[in-house]
């Protein structure tokens, strides 16, 4: 690894490897990965990616309605519209590259249903597509010799220097720094501040730790969504996701007493919106005093679901229940964020210099919720974007980032044990689906406690401090913010 490069991307999910080949030879570019560089929430995308690929039945206009709908129409629309005429273009250049989409018998393009969609738009590659995305991106950055991918290496924090950023970092278990004269953060999600997420051990909201001591506009931290159908286990804190394509393809959402019950909350039943079903579980084991739930698609044939859901009928297996004759146990669990470091169409955020794609950046185009399938095509706009607008400036010959003298200090005691456990207690009591006034109140000022612990106290800087550090920042934000609603 060099000391120096032109473009700085962290993070090597979907955003950060498409962002990454956009740039020529010249250009010299390190992405650097937490864990392994097929570690990301990017990589655990079940469901698909949602465009408007074919006209017959379709439009930009209803792909663009529905998205807003599902925001409930908070969603930024020249951000929505530049995501949606764009998004089938970047699809079509990674099926270029190799990427592969399930196809039907007469060879085309195999589109299947989620909630809060009116059209089959979102293609898929059986239920495991964020791999497929990532497997075949990285194999084509591993072809352009401009791209450095490092791994296992895990930034502590981003300073603004002359000309661009000097990123401290743990690379290996050892201290050093790299500068840049831009940066792209395509960190990812949030879900490591909940006791219960869909996301990786990586997604502790670095990303927006960085920007936030940087000074940059954090924007819409309290919009988070829970999916509604995370496999029910309480003894792991990473849950297994039931993809919405399950319901897509016809599974039935069951109460503790076996019975349908979305028609009392939402007239789509189960393929409305994520946080409408969310809702609706919370408040139905209210009523039934259970948190007993289960998604019920054993009227499909054991070949199509085993064919259709691999991983998902695999995973199950594992766990005792077999999908084709039992009913799978589900319960809301975070999932993602839609807001985050805000950016501008351009992905540029207020700090010059400074861009951010993907989950771990505020676009507008969710709203106050993801459609479905929407994020994928996100992370490959806005991470494109964000490239485009940095080759425009090196193009324009901007002076590059300067080497200054630096010396670190990462020595101190180590970190208090049960802090990060201490975090998640509380966002689960705080702010979970449908929001505790009282105990977001309390929950504030135990965290704003917390985060000035680690900002005062003189710690080692070890991974889990770092780590602790991005959760209790991303969970002041959130609780502040919720205050305020």
Request: charged content about 25%; proline content about 3%; overall charge neutral.
């Given at each position: 690894?060099?000391k120096?490069?032109?473009?700085?991307?962290v993070?090597?999910?979907i955003?950060?490897?498409?962002?990454?080949?956009?740039?020529?030879?010249?250009?010299?570019?390190?992405?650097?990965?937490?864990?392994?560089?097929t570690?990301?929430?990017?990589?655990?995308?079940?469901?698909?990616?949602?465009?408007?690929?074919?006209?017959?039945?379709?439009?930009?206009d209803?792909?663009?309605?529905?998205?807003?709908?599902?925001?409930?129409y908070?969603?930024d629309?020249p951000?929505?519209?530049?995501?949606?005429?764009?998004?089938?273009?970047?699809?079509?250049?990674?099926?270029?590259?190799?990427?592969q989409?399930?196809?039907?018998?007469?060879?085309?393009?195999?589109?299947?249903?989620?909630g809060?969609?009116?059209?089959?738009?979102?293609?898929?590659?059986?239920?495991?597509?964020?791999?497929?995305?990532?497997?075949?991106?990285?194999?084509?950055?591993?072809?352009?010799?401009?791209?450095?991918?490092?791994?296992?290496?895990?930034?502590?924090?981003?300073?603004?220097?002359?000309?661009?950023?000097?990123?401290?970092?743990?690379?290996?278990?050892?201290?050093?720094?790299?500068?840049?004269?831009?940066?792209?953060?395509?960190?990812g999600?949030?879900?490591?501040?909940?006791?219960?997420?869909?996301?990786?051990?990586?997604?502790t909201?670095?990303?927006?730790?960085?920007a936030y001591?940087?000074?940059?506009?954090?924007?819409?931290?309290?919009?988070?969504?829970?999916?509604?159908?995370?496999?029910?286990?309480?003894h792991?804190?990473?849950?297994?996701?039931?993809?919405?394509?399950?319901?897509?393809?016809?599974?039935?959402?069951?109460?503790?007493?076996?019975?349908?019950?979305?028609?009392?909350?939402?007239?789509?039943?189960?393929?409305?919106?994520?946080?409408?079903?969310?809702?609706?579980i919370?408040?139905?084991?209210?009523?039934?005093?259970?948190?007993?739930?289960?998604?019920?698609?054993t009227?499909?044939?054991?070949?199509?679901?085993?064919?259709?859901?691999?991983?998902?009928?695999?995973?199950?297996?594992?766990?005792?229940?077999?999908?084709?004759?039992?009913?799978?146990?589900?319960?809301p669990?975070?999932?993602?964020?839609?807001?985050?470091?805000?950016?501008?169409?351009?992905?540029?955020?207020?700090?010059?210099?400074?861009y951010?794609?993907?989950?771990?950046?505020?676009?507008?185009?969710?709203?106050?919720?993801?459609?479905?399938?929407?994020?994928?095509?996100?992370?490959?706009?806005?991470?494109?974007?964000?490239?485009l607008?940095?080759?425009?400036?090196?193009?324009?010959?901007?002076?590059?980032?300067?080497?200054?003298?630096?010396?670190?200090?990462?020595?101190?005691?180590?970190?208090?044990?049960?802090?990060r456990?201490?975090?998640?207690?509380?966002?689960q009591?705080?702010?979970?689906?449908?929001?505790?006034?009282?105990?977001?109140t309390?929950?504030?000022?135990?965290?704003?406690?917390?985060?000035?612990?680690?900002?005062?106290?003189?710690?080692?800087?070890?991974?889990?401090y770092?780590?602790?550090?991005?959760?209790?920042?991303?969970?002041a934000?959130?609780?502040?913010?919720?205050?305020?609603?």
């Amino acid at each position: 690894m060099k000391k120096k490069y032109d473009v700085l991307i962290v993070g090597s999910g979907i955003a950060g490897l498409y962002a990454a080949i956009q740039f020529d030879k010249s250009v010299n570019v390190l992405v650097l990965s937490k864990q392994a560089r097929t570690v990301s929430s990017s990589s655990l995308a079940q469901g698909g990616v949602a465009a408007v690929l074919q006209h017959e039945d379709d439009s930009f206009d209803l792909h663009i309605q529905d998205t807003l709908i599902a925001g409930g129409y908070k969603n930024d629309v020249p951000a929505v519209e530049a995501l949606i005429h764009e998004g089938p273009e970047d699809v079509r250049k990674i099926m270029a590259m190799g990427v592969q989409f399930d196809k039907g018998a007469d060879k085309k393009l195999s589109m299947t249903l989620e909630g809060g969609h009116s059209r089959r738009r979102i293609v898929h590659h059986k239920d495991q597509t964020g791999k497929e995305m990532v497997d075949k991106l990285l194999k084509e950055a591993e072809k352009h010799p401009n791209i450095e991918i490092e791994e296992n290496a895990l930034i502590c924090s981003i300073t603004w220097v002359k000309g661009g950023f000097r990123a401290e970092l743990l690379h290996d278990d050892e201290h050093t720094c790299v500068y840049a004269s831009f940066c792209l953060l395509a960190t990812g999600g949030i879900g490591r501040v909940y006791r219960y997420t869909t996301n990786p051990a990586t997604a502790t909201g670095d990303g927006i730790r960085f920007a936030y001591e940087m000074g940059a506009k954090i924007k819409n931290m309290s919009l988070i969504q829970f999916h509604p159908t995370a496999f029910n286990s309480p003894h792991s804190r990473e849950q297994f996701l039931i993809s919405e394509a399950v319901r897509g393809e016809g599974a039935y959402l069951l109460n503790n007493n076996k019975e349908r019950f979305m028609d009392k909350y939402d007239e789509r039943l189960e393929l409305a919106p994520r946080d409408v079903v969310s809702r609706a579980i919370i408040l139905e084991s209210r009523r039934t005093g259970s948190n007993n739930f289960y998604l019920d698609i054993t009227h499909k044939s054991r070949a199509f679901l085993y064919d259709r859901f691999p991983a998902i009928s695999t995973a199950c297996l594992e766990r005792g229940v077999d999908i084709a004759v039992d009913l799978i146990p589900v319960f809301p669990c975070q999932h993602y964020l839609m807001g985050g470091i805000d950016v501008d169409i351009n992905s540029r955020t207020t700090i010059p210099r400074l861009y951010a794609a993907g989950e771990c950046a505020h676009t507008g185009v969710h709203g106050g919720n993801r459609l479905a399938s929407n994020s994928l095509l996100e992370a490959l706009v806005f991470g494109r974007r964000a490239a485009l607008d940095i080759k425009k400036s090196l193009d324009a010959g901007f002076a590059s980032v300067s080497l200054e003298p630096f010396e670190g200090d990462y020595s101190g005691a180590p970190l208090p044990e049960g802090l990060r456990t201490a975090i998640r207690d509380i966002m689960q009591r705080a702010y979970f689906v449908i929001a505790n006034p009282a105990a977001v109140t309390q929950g504030s000022k135990r965290v704003e406690d917390i985060l000035k612990r680690l900002k005062t106290g003189h710690f080692a800087m070890t991974a889990d401090y770092c780590e602790a550090k991005s959760l209790a920042t991303v969970a002041a934000l959130i609780l502040r913010e919720a205050e305020e609603i």
